[in-house]
Each structure stands twice: as structure tokens, then as C-alpha cells.
């Protein structure tokens, strides 16, 4: 079992000091809207890689890219702005401490910020993920799932709200109906106060992880010989 560190939106002071490194975790994962010095504090105090996709109060991370001569945006040298040491997994999938983790960040747009996106902007987005998890399977025969499908938003009608900033993606039905993630992770619907109820997306159990979460998750994806991803503790900062 894998035991996963999962943030999103709210600061917990007990996580942003010391006492965090008895937690003794293999992977942070941070669904978006956090300080960018929190995630690489837990990183430096937990000794383990962190993969994150930004939220839609995050700075724009579109465009960066690393080499050998360091960051590059739109082919110029620049300065990235995202946590040290974390891996962005917005429209990506990678491998990180033995798990497999497919990535969509950001959230509805209703004022123009960054990381915001119509309906159709997303799904033009979450294309690059189906269409790099066939390329995996059907030409690089690598017949992995994806474990954790991690987002900020919540599908839509699946744990989300019906303020225009708070409504969930269409496109992460078909996201998780292809990918068939064991777990999909979301921030952004903040509980206010109230545990939010656990549900369900094609077999995938969607979990709200504002605050933080920690669980345990078999390597392998939603299969019977696997147990499904364990809730060990969780917390929410309001």
C-alpha cells in the first residue's frame, strides 16, 4: 500500500510546522489553491515527491518548460513560479512513487482569472489526457492504470456546488469513464464546517480532499484483487 499526503485550498497549521514529519508518507498530492511555500515545505519535511495541479487562485503555469538550460516560456529563459521540487500534472500523466497519476487542473471560468476554463476549453484539455493514455496502451503497449485522477474541480453533479464558480467539468465523466482511475481527488468545494459525503464515478470513489486527507491505495488500478483506496484520517481547515 502506498500512503498518500492529499491538500487542497486550506492551510492546517498542524501540517505547516515539524509535528508534520510523523506522518511518515510516500507521496504528497496537492489538488490546487495552496501556497506554493506549503507544498514545498511538506516536500522538504516529508522527504517525498509531490505532484499537484494548480487551482484556479494559482499563477499561471501554462507554457513552462524545463532543459538543461533551466526554465523556458515561449522559447525565452524565465523564472517558474510553481512550488520547487513538485511536478506539475496538469494534462499529463506520470509515474510517481509507485502510482500512477493522470492530472486536470483548474476550475470553471466566472471572472477571467487564471486557471479558469469554459466547458469546451476543458474538454478540449482533457482530450491530451485520453489521447496520451491510448498512445501509452495501443503503440507503447504499457497496459498500466492510472491510479488517481487528480483535479481541482469535481466532475459535474458529482460533489459539486451550483454557484457559477463552484460548478463541476462535464468533460471529467469521460475522463474517468476512459482512464478508469481507482480514486479521483478534488479540491475546491470548500465543506464549510461539514465532512462532505464520499461518492462515485464509474467505479472510481470521488473524494473532496479541501484541508487534507490521508489514505493508503494499492498499486494497480480498480480491479477485485486490489482493495479499494483507504481513508486513514481527514481534516478541513473550516
Known sequence: MVSVLAVADETIESLWSPQVRSLGVDLILGAGDLPFDYLEYLTDALNA?????????????????????????????????????AVNVDRRIVSAAGLRIAGLGGSIRYNGGPNQ???????????TLTRTFAWHRNVRKDLRPVDILLTHS????????????????????EVTRRLSPQLLLHGHIHPHGHTPDD????????????????LEIEPGGPRPEFEAPKIVRRRHGT
Open 49 to 85: 515527491p509531490c505532484v499537484f495541479v494548480p487551482g484556479n487562485h494559482d499563477a499561471d503555469l501554462t507554457g513552462y518548460s524545463a532543459g538543461r538550460a533551466g526554465w523556458m516560456r515561449a522559447g525565452l529563459p524565465a523564472t517558474w513560479p510553481g512550488p520547487v521540487g
Open 117 to 127: 476554463w469554459t466547458q469546451r476549453q476543458q474538454r478540449r484539455r482533457s482530450r
Open 154 to 173: 469535481p466532475p459535474l453533479g458529482v460533489g459539486d456546488d451550483t454557484d457559477p464558480a463552484h460548478v463541476g467539468f462535464d468533460c471529467l465523466d
Open 199 to 214: 461518492l462515485t464515478l464509474h467505479g472510481a470513489a470521488v473524494i473532496n480532499t479541501v484541508g487534507y486527507t490521508l
